[in-house]
């Protein structure tokens, strides 16, 4: 039989605040965290907006040697997994660090940095060759995005298994499903997993802005990201990272852990469709949707909240709608669905870790999260989006879906221990 | 062939063989897997002066280039905009690999085949030129393309729609390391109900944004001389040469394989592991040779079973000492064949260990160990049995595939001749088409 895989840490760097509970309080308060770039001019680009983290890396216990090292994505990793390893109350000279790995995700890893670094590599872009005179020494960890795996690993010493993943806007729930693999498998008793990415820099906003998958909707940030209302214009670009510790069930239960719920199922799929199209039916997210509940052993009915991949294009929304239906029959019409992009934005991989981390707190307070900005619902979007206000209800089982580039459909299935 | 090793999947995954049938290789010595395979067995090498680069001091003038690559020769116009040169030589090694295998995929389950590869550097050049508009040109002249044609997981993304793959798919990262994390994982995938996966590595980032950022890791050699660059194990040793390529293979279950009548099965992938390096500073070992044997734990063999070694090779001194360390420590002296055919194609990231196991799989088909080129003076009191110069005759049946990833990443894979396949189902006579 194979192993059971518990949540046993949560840390949490979201637009808005930091820490994890900076992030519950802004998921269950309904407020936003988009604004207008405020990191470049964003005045030449189509969407201005991005929800932003304000922190200072030395104030949350980073070396003046790691501030220099770590990409900022990097940073938001090392902090929020620090963050869970102190919530995860484990005790690293007692663990074998054989027995603990390392799997981060990312879509797009160091970008900011590399960028930063091409810019003066190349005198602003003035040749195509560039003057290595002004190369970085720490341009190579942004260069390969697997240093992010590594930075993770050295905080304790893990010598298990460790790698990134990079499946573009699932990087998220892939990262903290190929953990969860290799704990039921038994390649590892604990894995520190989760993901990160800062992509609020101008070359990712551009692309964005190239084919119009961000909102325009600038003169309104607080209220751009407006996931299932019938005048959303596409999402909000964001940064942050979750990091969660998880841990074999049972080694969790021999030291007396609290678990905060446990990756019971787990399904990817491609669409094979389009690198950035969704078919309108659904039908792979639907199929990544029931494998990860036949995993979890739980049928449709069984689901007390979605949180949806939600994020605010008109494409997006309508095909998950449809995948819900598909997946979860009439169920998908009494269940809660929602999108927390609609307060923390869209940070690309990093999102759909961030997103189990409010999962995981959801049943742990038994409260849904909103969407916020809801207001004139799509009509071609008719489930329960949970608009504007958080809502109390017990939930002893949770899915989460996400949706990216290169058509990855992947869903997660998390359950109330003991259930 | 009992052992059980920790991190062993349930038994019913020995149901669930994951066999080799297809070989697409892209190389700097070699397009397609048989031209690739006959330099390699020749010495030849792809290591070559970076065309129209500037030679400026400190800049890398040598790569494992691929020459003559046109990518509209093997692929249809429409994806030539939207996809950088990595992807490109993705696809067309995914198009040989399944070509080779034989597999119809609109003949399998659309669910049951899935994408999963490695690639540590993106769409580099395609990024390079789309950075470079924004800055000089404004954000409205950034390609449409670009959102996804620089992301890690382009080539997984267009391996899937171009074979209509909908399967369990994914893109694993750890530098060079990562090549054999995506062919362990495709294992996993088949174990989990799979029937197919194309699955490696492949990797191209050498625009001159990308050369330097490859220099920056501060282990690429500085030598000019194609033949005195990469000398990994030699007193010569002085980093690596970076290249370019590597290979995708058609893994499929040896159930599925035998079903269609798969024309030839290369080997199965009996072994896996990956581990990581002990933080800087710690007294703890390296953990290469455990993770070597955790991945022949895996595949129940020993080592007295290993006929040949293919080294991970980092060419610097340190790297070098405790990689023949840890052959030496479980192999004894001179105990195992060591080859580095990357010698000819320089060091190519996740697809360097992909190769090496395309590699691997024609040594069991040929009976020959292709050669580590190059090395001419091994540093004395390395006691290990490199197959220097010349390829070397020799039946293969179990062989170990080594790669290290920058930062500290660990991989091993074992992989096993037809006829030593432990879960060979009844009526796979695999070893007896393999042979003929």
């Known amino acids: 039989m194979e192993r059971s895989v518990a949540i046993t840490g949560i840390g949490v760097m979201a637009p808005g605040g930091v820490g994890k509970k900076a992030f519950w309080d802004l998921l269950v308060s309904g407020r936003t965290a988009t604004r207008t770039i405020s990191f470049f001019d964003p005045a030449p680009f189509r969407s201005r907006m991005a929800a932003e983290i304000d922190f200072n890396p030395e104030l949350h216990g980073l070396t003046a040697r790691q501030c220099r090292r770590l990409d900022r994505a990097a940073q938001l990793a090392v902090i929020s997994a620090r963050e869970s390893l102190a919530d995860s109350g484990l005790e690293f000279d007692t663990v074998d660090p054989h027995r603990v790995g390392v799997c981060i995700g990312s879509a797009v890893g160091g970008t900011t940095t590399l960028e930063q670094e091409y810019v003066v590599l190349s005198d602003s872009g003035k040749e195509w060759d560039v003057d290595p005179a002004y190369l970085s020494p720490h341009l190579f960890d942004a260069f390969v995005p697997s240093s992010l795996a590594a930075e993770v690993a050295w905080l304790v010493g893990a010598q298990g298994p460790a790698t990134v993943v990079s499946t573009g806007c699932t990087s998220g729930l892939d990262s903290l499903g190929h953990a969860r693999d290799l704990i039921a498998e038994g390649s590892a008793d604990i894995m520190i997993a989760g993901a990160t990415d800062t992509p609020i820099s101008p070359i990712a906003v551009a692309c964005f802005d190239a084919i119009k998958a961000t909102s325009p909707r600038n003169d309104d940030p607080e209220h751009a990201s407006r996931p299932f209302d019938r005048t959303r214009n596409g999402f909000v670009i964001a940064e942050g990272s979750a990091m969660l510790v998880l841990e074999e069930l049972e080694h969790a239960r021999a030291r007396g852990q609290h678990v905060y719920g446990v990756i019971s199922g787990y399904g990817s799929r491609c669409n094979a469709y389009h690198m950035t199209g969704l078919r309108p039916d659904g039908r792979e997210m639907a199929e990544a949707i029931r494998y990860a509940l036949d995993e979890a052993k739980r049928p449709p009915e069984s689901v007390g909240y979605v949180n949806a991949h939600g994020s605010g294009t008109k494409q997006n929304d309508r095909h998950e709608t449809a995948a819900f239906k598909r997946a979860l029959g009439e169920h998908a019409y009494n269940v809660p669905v929602s999108s927390i992009k609609s307060m923390v934005g869209h940070s690309l991989g990093a999102i759909g870790s961030i997103e189990i981390a409010a999962c995981a707190l959801a049943m742990e307070h038994g409260v849904v999260p909103p969407t916020a900005n809801l207001h004139e619902p799509d009509p071609e979007c008719d489930l329960d989006y949970v608009p504007n206000e958080a809502r109390e209800r017990r939930l002893d089982t949770v899915l989460s879906v996400g949706s990216g580039f290169g058509g990855f459909q992947s869903a997660m299935v998390l359950t109330r221990e003991g259930i | ?436």
């Open chain 2, 1 to 436: 062939m009992t052992i059980t090793a920790p991190g062993t999947a349930p038994a019913a995954a020995a149901t669930r063989t994951a066999v080799v049938t297809g070989i697409g290789v892209v190389a700097p010595n070699g397009l397609g897997t048989e031209e690739w395979w006959s330099a390699t067995l020749r010495g030849e090498s792809g290591i070559r002066p970076v065309p129209d680069h500037s030679t400026r001091p400190g800049q890398a003038p040598l790569i494992g280039l691929i020459p003559g690559f046109e990518a509209a020769d093997h692929l249809p116009g429409r994806l030539l905009p939207q996809t950088d040169r990595v992807t490109r030589l993705a696809l067309v090694a995914s198009d040989w690999a399944l070509a080779d295998s034989g597999a119809d995929p609109a003949a399998l389950p659309e669910y049951g085949m899935g994408v999963v590869t490695s690639n540590a550097t993106g769409g580099f050049e395609f990024t390079h030129r789309e950075i470079r508009k924004l800055w000089t040109q404004g954000p409205q002249h950034v390609s449409v393309y670009e959102s996804f044609a620089w992301f890690y997981a382009a080539n997984t993304g267009q391996i899937s729609i171009r074979h209509g793959m909908r399967g369990p798919s994914n893109v694993l990262i750890a530098e060079q390391a990562g090549g054999l994390d995506a062919l362990g994982h495709a294992r996993r995938v088949l174990r989990k109900g799979g029937e197919l996966v194309l699955t490696g590595g492949v990797e191209s980032a050498f625009d001159p944004w990308g050369v330097v950022s490859h220099i920056a890791g501060g282990r690429v050699s500085r030598s000019g001389h194609p033949d005195r660059a990469y000398l990994p194990f030699d007193t010569g040793a002085s980093g690596h040469v970076p290249g370019e390529g590597g290979a995708i293979l058609v893994v499929e279950t040896a159930t599925a394989a035998a079903e269609r009548d798969a024309g030839q099965v290369y080997g199965e992938i009996a072994g896996y592991a990956a581990t990581f390096d002990p933080p800087p500073g710690s007294s703890a070992p390296p953990g290469l040779a455990r993770t070597a044997r955790l991945a022949m734990a895996d595949a129940g063999v020993t080592p007295e079973d290993v006929d040949v070694v293919f080294a991970d090779a980092a060419a610097l001194p340190a790297l070098d000492a405790a990689e023949a360390a840890a052959i030496e420590e479980i192999f004894g002296p001179y105990g195992v064949p060591v080859t580095a055919p990357k010698t000819m194609t320089g060091r190519l990231a996740g697809g360097g260990p992909a190769l090496d196991t395309a590699a691997a799989l024609l040594a069991v088909r040929d009976s020959v160990l292709p050669p580590t080129v190059n090395v001419e003076r091994p540093v004395p009191g390395r006691r290990i049995d490199l197959v220097r110069g010349e390829p070397r005759e020799a039946r293969v049946e179990v062989a170990l595939i080594l790669a290290r990833g920058h930062h500290g990443f660990n991989s091993a894979l074992v992989v096993l001749a037809p006829n030593r396949m432990a879960a060979a189902p009844a009526g796979v006579p695999a070893a007896v088409r393999h042979h003929t």
